[in-house]
């Protein structure tokens, strides 16, 4: 199910990049979190691990890797050697199944094992729909959908892209919607998340850092430092490029209060990817304002379960203001008639060199987003003060 080893999301390689910067010798633990409670088929794990095991046969070609230091040139010459040496190993992956819950643990360096979220997501969402033998629409209607799409966005006059790797129906269906919305609207659609489709299609790839970057600092540093060195610690290995950051890992608010003149001008933007986006939007412009910052020089990347409405009704909000981009991902490329799975893969535990594990956190400004152990949720909003 996964044909390629850059059948994955650009933050993923940009984040290993920076680890193996700055983190060499961390180690990490990872976990599958289940948030729709879907039953699985009986036999799933049994096919999942064999999935797995097939993934240790991947490696990077020499058409990849020519793409990638022409396209990714903020990444280092060493970096493109260490990635035609790295093959996936299976057993850092546990996966077990009792009745129709499976769980999925990820556990080793940090630098090995970050690249296993994205396509093992994708795995588990195509290989649900093909064991419980749910058939999504016809080819034909689907490239119809996907066209439609891509006019009505055009007509928007916005930027968007294809952020549908983790939850989309299958790999077939995933290179079907990309290919033709980009023929459909290239001067709208101009970017995927995913590599292989962005080489595959002439896009732009498209990706910065996740939430793991910031949980691994709070994890090592403490939650008041965490957004502080997360960023500081990005603009030294990137010196200005890959300048989106991400906003909600610890709150938006909390961001912002370290998110002052020095990080808002090094940086191009933020992504919105929790909590109201009217309401974002507004926050961060008034802080962009406030910091004698014009905000029209600035962008709002918005990533947060978007479709059609949600883009329109955004953009004639943010309008004239600031800038925007779209990541459109499950309602791109998985909406063929079944119901997506509401699933992810997050990061648990951290250690560094000399340290114990510690539990990670996401707060994000929306609840039902919380992930990690309760104490350390309970910690955290208490040393945030976050009521």
Same mark, same amino acid.
């Given at each position: 199910m996964i044909?390629?080893?850059?059948d994955?999301?650009?933050?993923?390689?940009?984040?290993q990049y920076a680890?193996l910067?700055?983190?060499?010798?961390?180690?990490?633990?990872?976990?599958?979190?289940?948030r729709?409670?879907?039953?699985?088929?009986?036999?799933?794990?049994?096919?999942?691990?064999?999935q797995?095991?097939l993934?240790?046969?991947?490696?990077l070609s020499?058409?990849?890797?020519?793409?990638m230091?022409?396209?990714?040139?903020?990444?280092?010459?060493?970096?493109?050697?260490f990635?035609?040496?790295y093959?996936?190993?299976?057993?850092?992956v546990?996966?077990?199944?009792?009745?129709g819950?499976?769980?999925?643990?990820?556990?080793?360096?940090?630098?090995r094992?970050?690249?296993?979220?994205v396509?093992?997501?994708?795995?588990?969402?195509?290989?649900?729909?093909?064991?419980t033998?749910?058939?999504?629409?016809?080819?034909?209607e #689907?490239? %119809?959908?996907a066209?439609?799409?891509?006019?009505? /966005?055009e =007509?928007?006059g916005i930027?968007?892209?294809?952020?549908?790797?983790?939850r989309r129906?299958?790999f077939k269906?995933?290179?079907?919607?990309?290919?033709?919305?980009?023929?459909?609207?290239?001067?709208?659609?101009?970017?995927?998340?995913?590599?292989?489709?962005?080489?595959?299609n002439?896009?732009?790839?498209?990706?910065?850092?996740?939430?793991?970057?910031f949980?691994?600092h709070?994890?090592?540093?403490g939650?008041k430092?965490?957004?502080f060195?997360?960023?500081?610690n990005?603009?030294?290995?990137f010196?200005?490029?890959?300048?989106?950051?991400?906003?909600?890992?610890y709150? #938006?608010? %909390?961001?912002?209060?370290?998110?002052d003149?020095? /990080?808002? =001008?090094l940086?191009?933007?933020?992504?919105?990817?929790?909590g109201d986006?009217?309401?974002?939007?507004?926050?961060?412009i008034e802080?962009?304002?406030?910091?004698?910052?014009d905000p029209?020089?600035?962008?709002?990347?918005?990533?947060?379960?978007?479709d059609?409405?949600?883009?329109?009704?955004?953009?004639?909000h943010?309008?004239?203001?600031?800038?925007?981009?779209?990541?459109?991902?499950?309602n791109?490329?998985?909406d063929?008639?079944?119901?997506?799975?509401n699933i992810v893969?997050k990061?648990?535990?951290?250690?560094?060199?000399?340290?114990?594990?510690?539990?990670t956190?996401?707060?994000?400004?929306?609840?039902?987003?919380y992930?990690?152990?309760?104490k350390?949720?309970?910690?955290?909003?208490?040393?945030?003060?976050?009521?």
């Amino acid at each position: 199910m996964i044909e390629s080893i850059i059948d994955n999301d650009l933050y993923k390689f940009t984040m290993q990049y920076a680890v193996l910067k700055k983190f060499p010798k961390a180690k990490v633990k990872y976990e599958f979190i289940n948030r729709g409670k879907t039953r699985f088929p009986e036999g799933f794990a049994e096919e999942l691990r064999k999935q797995v095991k097939l993934m240790a046969n991947l490696n990077l070609s020499d058409a990849e890797s020519t793409w990638m230091e022409n396209r990714c040139y903020y990444l280092d010459p060493s970096y493109f050697d260490f990635l035609r040496g790295y093959r996936y190993n299976p057993d850092e992956v546990t996966i077990e199944q009792n009745g129709g819950d499976v769980s999925v643990h990820i556990q080793g360096y940090w630098y090995r094992t970050i690249l296993w979220e994205v396509p093992l997501m994708a795995i588990i969402s195509q290989l649900y729909f093909e064991m419980t033998d749910q058939k999504g629409c016809e080819e034909a209607e #689907t490239i %119809k959908i996907a066209q439609e799409k891509a006019l009505k /966005f055009e =007509k928007l006059g916005i930027k968007l892209a294809d952020f549908g790797t983790r939850r989309r129906y299958s790999f077939k269906n995933h290179e079907r919607i990309v290919k033709t919305m980009s023929q459909a609207a290239p001067q709208t659609f101009t970017g995927s998340s995913n590599l292989y489709f962005a080489m595959q299609n002439h896009l732009t790839p498209i990706g910065t850092h996740a939430h793991e970057w910031f949980m691994f600092h709070a994890a090592l540093f403490g939650f008041k430092m965490a957004n502080f060195l997360s960023l500081q610690n990005w603009v030294s290995v990137f010196r200005g490029n890959l300048g989106i950051a991400l906003s909600d890992t610890y709150t #938006t608010q %909390k961001f912002f209060d370290v998110f002052d003149t020095m /990080f808002a =001008k090094l940086f191009d933007g933020v992504r919105h990817d929790s909590g109201d986006p009217i309401e974002f939007a507004d926050r961060t412009i008034e802080h962009y304002k406030n910091l004698r910052i014009d905000p029209k020089s600035k962008m709002i990347v918005f990533s947060d379960g978007l479709d059609y409405e949600a883009v329109e009704k955004i953009q004639n909000h943010c309008k004239g203001k600031i800038n925007t981009f779209y990541g459109i991902g499950t309602n791109l490329t998985n909406d063929v008639g079944v119901k997506p799975l509401n699933i992810v893969i997050k990061i648990t535990e951290a250690m560094n060199e000399g340290c114990e594990w510690t539990h990670t956190v996401k707060l994000s400004d929306v609840q039902g987003k919380y992930t990690g152990d309760q104490k350390m949720i309970v910690l955290c909003k208490q040393v945030l003060d976050i009521t």
